[in-house]
C-alpha cells in the first residue's frame, strides 16, 4: 500500500501544477487510507505538503507574470488568520465524540472526514461543470469587491483548518470572479495563498501533534517533484479538459470515502 503512497504522492503535485488546486483533496485520503495516518493526523500532514509543494510551484509561476501579489495579499490576509485560529483552538477543542444518535456514533476523525468527502463531491462539481472559465481571456479593469473577498477569504480558511485542504478549487473561482484575475493568474496566485495557509495552519499544530517528519518530507518531495512535471505538462495539456477528468474522479472518490466512513468505519454500534 505504501508504494501506491508514493505513486499517488507524485500525483499530488501533478495536479497542482496543473490545474492549480485539487492535489490537497488526494492528500487526505492519500496518507488516511494508503500510509494508515490517523485522520486528524492527515489533516495536519496535508497542510505541510500541500504548503510547501505549492510554494515551490508558484516562484515558476511569479517569474512567468501568472502571480498577483496584490490579489494574494487581500485575499490571504483573512484565510491565514482564518486556518491558523481553526487548527490551533476549534481543532483541539473538538470532543472525541460528538454525538450518539441510536447505535451510531459521530466520533472526531469520522465527522472530518465525512465532511472532506462532501468538500470532495462540492469541488467535483465546479471541477466539472464548465464555468465559462479560460485562460486566454483579456485582463478587464481590474474593481475589487473587498467584503465578498474577504468573506470568500474566512470561509476557505476555516474550511482549509478543518480538513486540511488548501481550497484551491474554491480560491481560482472566487479569484477570477470576484477580482477579475485572467485564468492562468489565477491558478499561480491560487498556488500562493494555498503555501501561505497552509504552512502557517500547519504551524498551530506544531505544539499539540507529533509528526513524523521522514514520511512527511518523503511525500512533500515526491510532491515537489510532482509540481515541477504538472507545469511542465501544463503547456501541452488542455487544463479543461483534465480538470473534467480529474473532476470525475474527485467525485467517485468522494462518494467511496462517504460510504465507507459511514457504513464500514466501525462506528455502529451492534
Known amino acids: 500500500m505504501e508504494i501506491l503512497g508514493y505513486a499517488a504522492s507524485l500525483l499530488i503535485g501533478i495536479s497542482l501544477g496543473l490545474i492549480g488546486g485539487g492535489g490537497s483533496i488526494l492528500t487526505v485520503p492519500v496518507l488516511v487510507y494508503l500510509f494508515r495516518v490517523d485522520p486528524v493526523l492527515a489533516t495536519a500532514y496535508s497542510l505541510f505538503i500541500v504548503g510547501a509543494t505549492s510554494l515551490v510551484g508558484a516562484y515558476p509561476k511569479y517569474k512567468s507574470g501568472e502571480l498577483d501579489i496584490r490579489t494574494a ?39 472530518l472526514m465525512i465532511l472532506f468527502a462532501v468538500l470532495m463531491i462540492s469541488a467535483s462539481y465546479s471541477m466539472i461543470k464548465n464555468n465559462g472559465l479560460s485562460g486566454d481571456e483579456e485582463t478587464p479593469e481590474r474593481r475589487f469587491n473587498y467584503p465578498l473577498i474577504f468573506l470568500e477569504g474566512i470561509v476557505v480558511g476555516v474550511l482549509t483548518g478543518l480538513v486540511g485542504a488548501g481550497g484551491g478549487f474554491l480560491i481560482i473561482p472566487a479569484l477570477v470572479l470576484l477580482s477579475k484575475l485572467p485564468m492562468k493568474q489565477a491558478v499561480g496566485t491560487s498556488l500562493l495563498i494555498i503555501a501561505a495557509k497552509s504552512l502557517i495552519g500547519f504551524i498551530g499544530d506544531l505544539s499539540s501533534q507529533k509528526m513524523d517528519w521522514p514520511l512527511l518530507l518523503s511525500i512533500t518531495a515526491l510532491a515537489i517533484a510532482g509540481i515541477f512535471l504538472g507545469n511542465h505538462l501544463s503547456k501541452k495539456i488542455s487544463s479543461g479538459r483534465l480538470k473534467k477528468v480529474f473532476g470525475w474522479f474527485v467525485l467517485v472518490m468522494g462518494i467511496y470515502i462517504l460510504i465507507k466512513e459511514i457504513f464500514f468505519s466501525g462506528n455502529l454500534n451492534h
Open 73 to 111: 495579499v487581500i485575499f490571504g490576509i483573512p484565510s491565514i488568520a482564518a486556518v491558523f485560529a481553526t487548527r490551533k483552538f476549534i481543532i483541539p477543542a473538538l470532543p472525541q465524540k460528538l454525538l450518539t444518535i441510536g447505535g451510531f456514533t459521530l466520533t472526531k476523525p469520522l465527522f
